[in-house]
């Protein structure tokens, strides 16, 4: 009978140990960076963020819209969506599926225009108008309205000024970063974006039209000359290796900074082995 308990024990022990070592896997979700490879991205951001755990893996998966991300979440294909806290946020309170799972801080990012090697002119337009903007105040009461609302999208769309026998500018958007890149349900864009891009087309008194794209095809789209401007890239404001600018790529100052990204997870109706519950006890354990 003792010998009976003894293995008993020990293979209670060994079955301990065993979960102890099982490797956990978290695969992230991110709209797509034009200048890095998943696997090259990944590098970069188990540097910044990762813990050391030997026993933890993580997958980077990227998207070329939001939409697409969504649905993979759906789909299990992914764990969580990694996003902008304002945009996480935004995320939140239009689906009460999703729910935050992690807070992560960065050194600073921020948003700003692209636009081709040759076309440091209009750079310059563009950087004129947004230092008049953040000077009386027009930048900051534009995000007022339409990022830290949660009624953006409640938001008349904005009219463009039209300007007779002046130059047309045209500028790509996505709607994949809601609600700073914003476009409506019946696909009309209608938040910071348009709201911004009215304020600098009246600056500078040229037309502007708005060029829909997917965030994956932003690069494409300006270096095709499909379009003049690409309304975002993001900006890694603490470090020189862009994850997101292309060479022959020129931006302007960001217009719009952030600090965190948080980490979306869908909450989960019914028990599945795909998705694990990893709570911060799970996690000790694994150290």
């Known amino acids: 009978m003792k010998k009976f308990l003894c293995f008993c024990l020990l293979i209670a022990l060994m079955a301990n140990s065993a979960c102890a070592l099982e490797k956990r896997v978290i695969k992230l979700g991110l709209l797509s960076k034009l200048n890095s490879s998943e696997e090259q991205f990944l590098e970069t951001w188990k540097k910044t963020f990762a ?13 070329d819209n939001l939409n697409a991300m969504q649905m993979a979440l759906n789909a299990r294909e992914i ?32 948003l700003a225009f692209g636009f081709r090697e040759d076309s440091k002119g209009l750079r310059d337009d563009f950087e004129s108008a947004l ?15 339409y990022i830290a609302s949660t009624h953006v999208d409640e938001a008349d769309p904005v009219e463009f000024a039209k ?3 002046a130059d047309t500018i045209k500028v790509a958007i996505t709607g994949d970063l809601p609600p700073i890149d914003f476009v409506a349900a019946d696909g009309t864009p209608a938040g910071f974006n348009t709201a911004l891009l009215a304020e600098i087309g009246a600056y500078l008194k040229k ?48 217009y719009f900074e952030w600090n965190r990204f948080i980490h979306l997870r869908k909450i989960e109706r019914e028990p599945s082995s795909f998705m694990f519950d990893w709570s911060m006890r799970d996690f000790l354990k694994l150290r």
């Open 51 to 63: 813990p050391k755990n030997e026993n933890l893996d993580i997958i980077v998966k990227f998207y």
């Open 79 to 110: 764990h969580e969506m990694v996003l902008p806290d304002v945009v996480a946020n935004y995320m939140m309170s239009k689906n009460d599926e999703y729910v935050s799972r992690m807070v992560l801080r960065s050194k600073g990012m921020g």
């Open 131 to 145: 230092t008049a903007l953040r000077y009386d105040w027009t930048l900051e009461a534009l995000e007022g309205v």
């Open 163 to 165: 300007f007779e026998n």
């Open 207 to 254: 037309n502007i039209e708005l060029i829909n794209i997917e965030s994956g095809a932003r690069t494409a789209a300006l270096a095709s000359g499909r379009v003049d401007v690409v309304f975002w890239y993001e900006v890694d404001m603490s470090s020189d290796n862009q994850s997101d600018v292309p060479d022959g790529v020129i931006l302007s100052s960001p």
